[in-house]
């Protein structure tokens, strides 16, 4: 898989720094970037532009990078977004599993605990896996049943 043409991001003020390096990062591999904010590190609560991250996602049939303090909030405020599979990843095996297991179109990185060079990795990983299917598939749709 190569690098996707667009990437959405979105983030709280905890996440601002390392949303600033990272749109930076995919820029250089040449991927248009829709920031749907915060854009300074006033403080800011995550659910409503997280919330607004994903509807971009989905509108825009890419995929998505969340960013927080820790990741966890941003992970389980993305979640209740329908169609939206979004995965805490904090280790290469985390991003690597999201997308091959899981299908995650989503991945939510702690701006606080995640230094820049790991986050570059985690998102190429993230981004470069493929989704296997097979026994994986079945699950991942049942996610979308209530």
Known sequence: ??????????TDHGGYKLKEHLKKYLISKGVDVIDVGTFSEESIDYPAIIRKGCSA??????????????????AMAANKVKGIRCALCYSKETAELA???NNANVMSLGGRLTKPKLAEKLIDIFLETEFEGGRHERRVNDLEHK
Not at 1 to 10: C, F, Q, T
Not at 59 to 71: H, M, P, Y
């Open 1 to 10: 898989m190569s690098y996707p043409e667009r990437i959405v991001l979105a």
């Open 57 to 74: 996602v989905l509108e825009q049939e890419c995929f998505g990078i969340v960013l927080g303090g820790s990741g966890n909030g941003e």
């Open 99 to 101: 997308r091959s297991h």
